[in-house]
RNA sequence: GUGAGUGUAGCUCAGCUUGGUAGAGCGCUUGACUGUGGAUCAAGUGGUCGUGGGUUCAAAUCCCAUCACUCACCCCA
């Protein structure tokens, strides 16, 4: 067996690329009409980056950074996520003094050492925004709308954006007193994960998927209820806006990020046709992020979303995407001299821009053409040694199977005019 | 890390129960049609049966080990 990819490691192939132009093309438009700019970062950090930023306790942190040290003994890891990277740049190169709000994206590729299955890669592409400095629901709303607005103009349908609050430093500590207490006269009925997440996440034991711990968590006292006043207005204020923008949402009290650094708004977006995996979409208010790693406080707000679940989620939905046209023309030559002269004919048709293609290996007429119909060319060119003799080319209509002999001088001017008129099918 | 399922031609898979010379469809090449694709027909190309060991006169088939992939748990995008 030769050798393959990576587990959890995958190949784009030439046919399926045209869903991630068409996904990133996309992103990149949206995000910039929201007043986002790109940031790139690198693709390792050194690993006390993600250990204060994502959170020591994570699963994340605990067991799935891809953890190295390099030849000067420096300990670094492949990047997880790509809040914390955003992050240490800002203070690292100062921006966040450079606007009232700053508003950054990236895409890239994420990696976390976790057993594949459906939709979910050691290797992963994720997209996302950060919007820093400002504590404002307006700005919760704003960047909920975005993702909701992103998704829908991707084509996905049964969205569900769910929503909820997890509290600040003024309400959590007592609240989450109060559910490890509820938790404490339940133990003995929850599951053994549940018991698990009790010591090391209770606000996890909160979205068990076991039939007999959600049964027990439905009167486990929720975050939302335990909100200190100023949090409770805020997250009153998101609803409001969220409603005069018109976003579909539902109030979900279970939605529990697993990044430690999550305060108030927490929010994700689920899409169907993905099986088990099928969180396309997750983010929140992160506002006291920028000064655990070391900058001035700064509130934050933002979210990722998996490229390529989306892409799955497209491709399970159905969504009909158009491929671009791969070749306008294609040569068909028969003999060496007429492949000389298709050479130097594609060299002309290129430098106008047409997409071109020819033959390159001294096949018969009719596997040529069969070659012409695969690759789907709008036009095949077809030169013979009767055009030679005569300067000229048949110019076939390949999807009508119109054809006529036309000089070589023509050709050009023709083939722009046939082209132009009609667009890619 | 835990559990289940699957590895046979470039692709999708049959054959395995009950051991006996490696199969089909699609693709690709060629021809019918000596210079015309999308249809049909024919021929051809193509496989250390994931890998290693064991049982046997004989293993794709039975046994053991191992690797890979898939799905689910966990967790998350």
New binding site residues.
Partial sequence: ?SI?????T?DILPSEIHLWHFVESKVQEIFEVFGYHEIRTPIFEHTELFVRGVGDT???VEK?MYTFADKGGRSLSLRP?GTASIVRACIQNRLLDTLPVLKLYYTGQMF?Y????????RE?W?AGVEAFGSANPLLDAEVIDLAYELLADLGLKQLSVQINSLGDDACRPAYTRKLLEYIERHLDDLCG?CVG?YERNPL?VLD???AECRTIMVDAPKSLDHLCEDCQQHFEQVQHFLNDLEVDYAVNPYV????DYYTRTAF?VVASGL????????GGRYDKLVESLGGKPTPGVGF???L??LILALEAQGVDLLEPHPCDVYIAA?GTEAEKVALKLSHTLRQQRIKTDMEFAG?????Q??????IHARYTI??????LARNTV?L?N????D?SEISQMELMETLLEKLNCCSSP
């Fill in positions: 067996m393959q990819t990576p587990k959890g995958r994570t699963d994340i799935e996520e976390r976790e057993r594949p299955q459906a939709g979910r890669y992963f994720q994960k997440r996890r068990c998927k076991e529990v990020r697993g990044l994700a099986g088990a995996q099928d969180e396309v979409l997750g990722a979303f998996g390529d679940r028969i096949r018969s007429l009719r596997a053409m069969k070659t012409a119909n695969k077809l030169l013979g040694d009767n055009e048949v076939r390949m999807q009508s199977g054809q």
